[in-house]
Protein backbone atom coordinates (compact mmCIF):
# COMPACT_ATOMS: atom_id res chain seq x y z
CA UNK A 1 0.00 0.00 0.00
CA UNK A 2 1.57 3.50 -0.88
CA UNK A 3 1.03 6.12 1.46
CA UNK A 4 -1.71 8.48 0.83
CA UNK A 5 -0.46 11.50 -0.66
CA UNK A 6 -0.39 14.64 1.68
CA UNK A 7 0.83 12.59 4.56
CA UNK A 8 -1.06 12.91 8.13
CA UNK A 9 -1.86 15.30 10.82
CA UNK A 10 -2.09 15.14 14.26
CA UNK A 11 -5.55 16.72 15.87
CA UNK A 12 -4.70 15.24 19.23
CA UNK A 13 -2.65 13.13 21.12
CA UNK A 14 -5.17 10.12 20.05
CA UNK A 15 -6.00 11.41 16.97
CA UNK A 16 -3.94 11.32 13.92
CA UNK A 17 -5.66 11.15 10.75
CA UNK A 18 -4.46 10.95 7.05
CA UNK A 19 -4.75 14.83 5.34
CA UNK A 20 -6.49 12.72 2.04
CA UNK A 21 -9.62 11.73 3.76
CA UNK A 22 -12.68 11.29 2.14
CA UNK A 23 -16.90 12.20 2.78
CA UNK A 24 -19.25 9.88 2.62
CA UNK A 25 -22.17 12.34 2.05
CA UNK A 26 -22.07 11.24 -1.90
CA UNK A 27 -23.13 7.69 -0.69
CA UNK A 28 -26.84 8.62 -0.51
CA UNK A 29 -29.09 9.60 -3.25
CA UNK A 30 -29.48 12.58 -4.86
CA UNK A 31 -29.41 15.79 -3.07
CA UNK A 32 -27.79 13.22 -0.15
CA UNK A 33 -31.41 11.97 0.14
CA UNK A 34 -32.69 8.32 0.25
CA UNK A 35 -30.76 5.09 -0.57
CA UNK A 36 -28.08 5.69 -3.30
CA UNK A 37 -28.29 4.17 -7.05
CA UNK A 38 -25.83 1.54 -6.60
CA UNK A 39 -25.80 0.32 -2.50
CA UNK A 40 -23.13 -2.64 -4.02
CA UNK A 41 -20.95 0.27 -5.28
CA UNK A 42 -21.20 2.38 -2.43
CA UNK A 43 -19.78 -0.24 0.23
CA UNK A 44 -17.24 -1.33 -2.22
CA UNK A 45 -16.07 2.55 -2.88
CA UNK A 46 -15.90 2.21 1.57
CA UNK A 47 -13.94 -0.31 1.06
CA UNK A 48 -11.64 0.88 -1.40
CA UNK A 49 -10.78 4.06 1.12
CA UNK A 50 -9.60 1.54 3.46
CA UNK A 51 -7.69 -0.16 1.14
CA UNK A 52 -6.21 2.74 -0.49
CA UNK A 53 -4.70 3.58 3.36
CA UNK A 54 -6.79 6.72 3.86
CA UNK A 55 -7.81 7.07 7.77
CA UNK A 56 -9.88 9.68 8.18
CA UNK A 57 -14.15 9.18 7.01
CA UNK A 58 -16.63 11.94 7.19
CA UNK A 59 -19.91 11.60 7.99
CA UNK A 60 -23.03 12.28 9.41
CA UNK A 61 -26.46 10.80 10.23
CA UNK A 62 -28.58 13.24 8.67
CA UNK A 63 -26.98 12.08 5.04
CA UNK A 64 -29.71 10.38 3.78
CA UNK A 65 -30.97 10.83 6.79
CA UNK A 66 -29.34 7.78 8.29
CA UNK A 67 -28.11 6.40 5.17
CA UNK A 68 -24.08 6.79 5.03
CA UNK A 69 -23.76 5.71 8.56
CA UNK A 70 -25.70 2.60 8.12
CA UNK A 71 -23.81 1.94 4.69
CA UNK A 72 -20.48 2.56 6.34
CA UNK A 73 -21.34 0.36 9.31
CA UNK A 74 -22.33 -2.52 6.72
CA UNK A 75 -19.21 -1.81 4.76
CA UNK A 76 -16.87 -1.68 7.38
CA UNK A 77 -17.84 -2.79 10.73
CA UNK A 78 -15.60 -3.87 12.66
CA UNK A 79 -13.60 -1.06 12.20
CA UNK A 80 -9.88 -0.70 11.17
CA UNK A 81 -7.70 0.50 14.32
CA UNK A 82 -6.87 3.28 12.84
CA UNK A 83 -9.77 4.47 11.08
CA UNK A 84 -11.55 7.50 12.35
CA UNK A 85 -14.62 8.53 11.73
CA UNK A 86 -15.98 12.23 12.01
CA UNK A 87 -20.04 12.87 12.29
CA UNK A 88 -21.69 16.00 12.68
CA UNK A 89 -24.23 16.94 14.03
CA UNK A 90 -26.97 20.49 14.55
CA UNK A 91 -29.21 19.62 11.41
CA UNK A 92 -32.28 16.94 10.44
CA UNK A 93 -34.03 16.67 7.31
CA UNK A 94 -37.85 16.44 6.99
CA UNK A 95 -39.31 14.27 4.47
CA UNK A 96 -38.72 16.50 1.50
CA UNK A 97 -35.31 16.70 1.73
CA UNK A 98 -35.08 19.80 3.64
CA UNK A 99 -32.20 20.86 5.85
CA UNK A 100 -33.52 22.23 9.08
CA UNK A 101 -31.38 23.25 11.87
CA UNK A 102 -31.85 20.84 15.68
CA UNK A 103 -29.78 22.55 18.03
CA UNK A 104 -31.79 21.95 20.96
CA UNK A 105 -30.14 20.23 23.86
CA UNK A 106 -32.44 17.50 23.45
CA UNK A 107 -31.88 17.08 19.49
CA UNK A 108 -28.14 17.37 19.68
CA UNK A 109 -28.37 14.44 22.90
CA UNK A 110 -30.87 12.61 20.84
CA UNK A 111 -28.40 12.82 17.19
CA UNK A 112 -25.02 11.86 19.19
CA UNK A 113 -26.93 8.68 20.31
CA UNK A 114 -28.28 8.27 16.55
CA UNK A 115 -25.02 8.34 14.85
CA UNK A 116 -23.36 6.43 17.88
CA UNK A 117 -26.31 3.49 17.13
CA UNK A 118 -26.29 3.31 13.26
CA UNK A 119 -21.77 3.43 13.58
CA UNK A 120 -22.27 0.97 16.11
CA UNK A 121 -19.85 2.59 18.21
CA UNK A 122 -19.43 2.80 21.80
CA UNK A 123 -17.94 6.38 21.60
CA UNK A 124 -17.02 9.34 18.69
CA UNK A 125 -13.69 10.09 17.80
CA UNK A 126 -15.50 13.64 16.65
CA UNK A 127 -18.28 14.72 16.40
CA UNK A 128 -18.95 18.54 14.67
CA UNK A 129 -21.45 21.28 16.12
CA UNK A 130 -22.76 22.53 12.59
CA UNK A 131 -24.14 26.20 13.24
CA UNK A 132 -24.50 28.22 9.96
CA UNK A 133 -26.43 27.22 6.56
CA UNK A 134 -24.81 25.18 3.58
CA UNK A 135 -22.25 27.98 3.22
CA UNK A 136 -21.29 30.44 5.75
CA UNK A 137 -21.90 31.56 9.70
CA UNK A 138 -24.80 32.74 11.26
CA UNK A 139 -23.98 35.00 13.70
CA UNK A 140 -24.84 34.86 17.56
CA UNK A 141 -23.76 32.98 20.59
CA UNK A 142 -23.04 28.91 20.24
CA UNK A 143 -22.58 28.49 23.98
CA UNK A 144 -25.57 26.47 25.02
CA UNK A 145 -24.97 23.87 21.84
CA UNK A 146 -21.20 23.36 22.18
CA UNK A 147 -21.72 22.94 26.40
CA UNK A 148 -24.21 20.20 25.15
CA UNK A 149 -21.52 18.26 23.49
CA UNK A 150 -19.09 18.99 26.11
CA UNK A 151 -21.70 17.16 28.62
CA UNK A 152 -21.50 14.10 26.42
CA UNK A 153 -18.23 14.12 26.03
CA UNK A 154 -17.70 14.10 29.78
CA UNK A 155 -20.14 11.40 29.79
CA UNK A 156 -17.28 9.21 27.29
CA UNK A 157 -20.30 9.12 24.24
CA UNK A 158 -18.26 11.97 22.59
CA UNK A 159 -13.97 11.72 22.11
CA UNK A 160 -13.15 15.39 20.19
CA UNK A 161 -14.98 18.10 19.51
CA UNK A 162 -15.08 20.26 16.52
CA UNK A 163 -17.38 23.11 15.05
CA UNK A 164 -18.40 23.50 11.15
CA UNK A 165 -19.68 26.74 9.25
CA UNK A 166 -18.67 28.76 12.07
CA UNK A 167 -16.90 32.35 12.39
CA UNK A 168 -13.89 33.37 14.48
CA UNK A 169 -16.09 34.59 16.60
CA UNK A 170 -17.63 31.58 17.63
CA UNK A 171 -14.53 29.63 17.66
CA UNK A 172 -13.40 31.83 20.28
CA UNK A 173 -16.72 31.38 22.08
CA UNK A 174 -16.34 27.69 21.86
CA UNK A 175 -12.46 28.10 23.03
CA UNK A 176 -13.82 28.93 26.04
CA UNK A 177 -15.49 26.05 26.76
CA UNK A 178 -13.70 23.03 25.92
CA UNK A 179 -10.78 22.33 23.48
CA UNK A 180 -11.65 22.23 19.66
CA UNK A 181 -9.68 19.84 17.55
CA UNK A 182 -10.72 20.97 13.88
CA UNK A 183 -12.89 23.21 12.00
CA UNK A 184 -15.03 22.17 8.61
CA UNK A 185 -16.33 25.48 6.69
CA UNK A 186 -16.89 26.25 2.88
CA UNK A 187 -13.50 27.13 0.91
CA UNK A 188 -11.81 26.10 -1.94
CA UNK A 189 -9.95 27.89 -4.59
CA UNK A 190 -12.26 30.14 -5.70
CA UNK A 191 -14.43 30.81 -2.38
CA UNK A 192 -11.09 32.13 -0.24
CA UNK A 193 -13.00 34.23 2.51
CA UNK A 194 -11.40 32.35 5.29
CA UNK A 195 -7.72 32.69 4.60
CA UNK A 196 -7.17 34.86 7.40
CA UNK A 197 -8.62 31.71 9.83
CA UNK A 198 -6.39 28.96 7.88
CA UNK A 199 -3.55 30.80 9.17
CA UNK A 200 -4.93 31.25 13.00
CA UNK A 201 -5.94 28.01 13.13
CA UNK A 202 -2.63 26.45 11.87
CA UNK A 203 -0.65 28.66 14.65
CA UNK A 204 -2.97 26.93 17.32
CA UNK A 205 -2.25 23.41 15.78
CA UNK A 206 -6.18 23.08 15.01
CA UNK A 207 -7.23 21.36 11.77
CA UNK A 208 -9.07 23.06 9.09
CA UNK A 209 -11.36 21.05 7.02
CA UNK A 210 -12.95 22.67 3.75
CA UNK A 211 -16.11 21.26 2.52
CA UNK A 212 -17.26 21.36 -0.52
CA UNK A 213 -13.53 21.97 -2.14
CA UNK A 214 -14.54 20.91 -5.45
CA UNK A 215 -16.95 24.01 -5.77
CA UNK A 216 -20.25 22.23 -4.09
CA UNK A 217 -23.06 20.44 -6.29
CA UNK A 218 -21.52 22.62 -8.85
CA UNK A 219 -18.14 22.28 -9.81
CA UNK A 220 -15.55 24.45 -10.31
CA UNK A 221 -15.68 26.39 -13.77
CA UNK A 222 -12.43 28.10 -14.49
CA UNK A 223 -10.23 28.88 -17.52
CA UNK A 224 -6.55 28.89 -14.88
CA UNK A 225 -7.45 25.24 -13.82
CA UNK A 226 -7.97 23.97 -17.54
CA UNK A 227 -4.65 25.55 -18.35
CA UNK A 228 -2.77 23.96 -15.24
CA UNK A 229 -4.88 20.57 -15.67
CA UNK A 230 -3.97 20.36 -19.42
CA UNK A 231 -0.52 21.27 -18.77
CA UNK A 232 -0.20 18.40 -15.93
CA UNK A 233 -2.03 15.72 -17.47
CA UNK A 234 -4.09 15.62 -14.62
CA UNK A 235 -8.36 16.92 -14.48
CA UNK A 236 -9.00 20.27 -12.95
CA UNK A 237 -10.58 19.03 -9.68
CA UNK A 238 -6.96 17.16 -9.19
CA UNK A 239 -5.39 20.50 -9.47
CA UNK A 240 -7.90 21.75 -7.02
CA UNK A 241 -7.22 19.24 -4.59
CA UNK A 242 -3.54 19.53 -4.84
CA UNK A 243 -3.46 23.44 -4.60
CA UNK A 244 -5.90 22.86 -1.22
CA UNK A 245 -3.02 20.24 0.19
CA UNK A 246 -0.54 22.70 -0.54
CA UNK A 247 -2.64 25.92 0.63
CA UNK A 248 -1.80 25.35 4.74
CA UNK A 249 -0.44 21.56 6.09
CA UNK A 250 -2.93 21.95 8.28
CA UNK A 251 -5.51 21.70 5.64
CA UNK A 252 -7.29 18.00 5.78
CA UNK A 253 -9.60 17.03 2.18
CA UNK A 254 -12.76 15.08 2.70
CA UNK A 255 -13.71 15.19 -1.32
CA UNK A 256 -16.60 12.50 -1.72
CA UNK A 257 -17.83 9.96 -4.48
CA UNK A 258 -20.03 7.67 -5.27
CA UNK A 259 -17.87 5.32 -7.41
CA UNK A 260 -14.42 3.65 -6.93
CA UNK A 261 -12.66 5.14 -10.05
CA UNK A 262 -13.55 8.47 -8.75
CA UNK A 263 -12.35 7.77 -6.03
CA UNK A 264 -8.88 6.25 -7.15
CA UNK A 265 -8.87 9.62 -9.26
CA UNK A 266 -9.19 12.12 -6.63
CA UNK A 267 -6.35 9.89 -4.42
CA UNK A 268 -3.91 10.03 -7.65
CA UNK A 269 -4.55 13.61 -8.44
CA UNK A 270 -3.98 15.08 -4.90
CA UNK A 271 -0.29 13.28 -5.64
CA UNK A 272 -0.10 16.69 -8.29
CA UNK A 273 3.12 19.08 -7.34
CA UNK A 274 2.31 22.46 -8.59
CA UNK A 275 4.87 25.04 -9.14
CA UNK A 276 5.19 28.15 -7.83
CA UNK A 277 3.85 29.64 -11.18
CA UNK A 278 1.03 27.46 -10.66
CA UNK A 279 0.42 28.30 -7.83
CA UNK A 280 0.06 32.08 -8.56
CA UNK A 281 -1.60 31.65 -11.46
CA UNK A 282 -4.03 29.46 -8.97
CA UNK A 283 -4.40 32.02 -6.55
CA UNK A 284 -5.96 34.84 -9.21
CA UNK A 285 -9.01 33.10 -9.37
CA UNK A 286 -10.36 34.34 -6.06
CA UNK A 287 -11.92 37.81 -6.13
CA UNK A 288 -9.75 40.28 -4.42
CA UNK A 289 -6.79 37.22 -3.42
Known sequence: MSP???GTYTMADDL???????????????????????????????????????THIDTSDFYGPFVTNEIIKEA?????????????????????????????????????????????????????????????????????QFETLVALQQEGLIKHLGLSTVSSEQIAEAQTIAQVVCVQNFYNVANRQDDELIESLAGQGIAYVPYFPLGGFSPLQSEELDTIALRLRAKPMAVALAWLLQRS??????????TVAHLRENVAGAELV??????????GIAPGF
Open 249 to 258: ANILLIPGTS
Open 16 to 54: TVTRMGYGAMQLAGPGVFGPPKDRDEAIAVLREVVNLGI
Open 274 to 283: LGDEDVQLLN
Open 76 to 144: LFPYPESLRIVTKVGAIRDDKGAWNHARSPDQLRQAVYDNLSRLGLDALDVVNLRVGGLSEPEPGSIAE
Open 4 to 6: VPG
